[in-house]
């Protein structure tokens, strides 16, 4: 199952509303999670099962979908959200991980 | 608390093998799995695949079978990666993480190692 993130890169400001999208080529159902890194670190699971709020994950992250077609969206952008996120299915024996969205100050 | 602690940078040459361990902490071991990824620098995550700490059953990404193995030891709470015949496509750092909240085949995973860089070189 191939998962494609949009967009790459995205500029933001402090403040702004962020949504990033993830397609998977064939149905995943809700099976689907959402990371945040940042450089040198290791991903933190922010969202699980597509819009299921991982504990201590701020409520300013949300994300929704089904199917094949997935958002994260932040609400607000705080100047700690400046990171690459990537979108992670894991509906069948093999997982795959999107190719990232880098969230970058405007 | 959960922590996952990583052995440290390795340095190869091309054609060698490498293991990488995982010390897991704070939760009943046998509990849950232990998935591999990677990430090659600059590059997106790449998972290699998981064992079960249950019964030793593991599932690894095809494009790896034959040249990984991962094993436990539950005396210890370890995990281990070893990768056999490696290239410079295999310079990554390798990540270990608990899975959790899972579908019937995978898991989302909630707990990450720090990670370890391995770099291939002549």
């Known amino acids: 199952i191939q998962m494609t993130q949009s967009p790459s890169t995205v500029s933001a400001a402090v403040g702004d509303r962020v949504t990033i999208t993830c397609r998977a080529s064939q149905s995943i159902s809700s099976w689907l999670a959402w990371y945040q890194q940042k450089p040198g670190k290791a991903p933190r699971l922010l969202i699980y099962k597509a819009s299921t709020l991982e504990n201590g994950v701020p409520s300013r992250f949300s994300g929704s979908g089904s199917g094949t077609e997935f958002t994260l969206t932040i609400s607000s952008l705080q100047a700690d959200d400046f990171a690459t996120y990537y979108c992670?299915?894991?509906?069948?024996?093999?997982?795959?991980f999107g190719q990232g969205t880098k969230v970058e100050i405007k | 608390q959960v922590q996952l602690v990583q052995s440290g940078a390795e340095v190869k040459k091309p054609g060698a093998s490498v293991k990488v361990s995982c010390k897991a902490s704070?939760?009943?071991?046998?509990?849950?799995?232990i998935t591999w990824v990677r990430q090659a620098p600059g590059q997106g995550l790449e998972w290699m695949g998981g064992i079960s700490t249950y019964n030793g059953n593991t599932n690894y990404a095809q494009k790896l079978q034959g040249r990984v193995t991962m094993t436990t030891d539950t005396s210890t709470s370890t995990g281990y990666m070893e990768l056999r015949s490696l290239t410079s496509d295999d310079t990554a750092v390798y990540y270990c993480?608990?899975?959790?909240?899972?579908?019937?085949?995978?898991?989302?995973?909630?707990?990450w190692g720090q990670g370890t860089l391995v770099t291939v070189s002549s």
């Open positions: 704070g939760y009943i071991f046998t509990n849950f799995g």
């Open positions: 993480a608990r899975p959790y909240a899972c579908s019937s085949y995978s898991c989302s995973l909630d707990h």
């Open positions: 992670q299915q894991y509906s069948g024996f093999s997982q795959t």
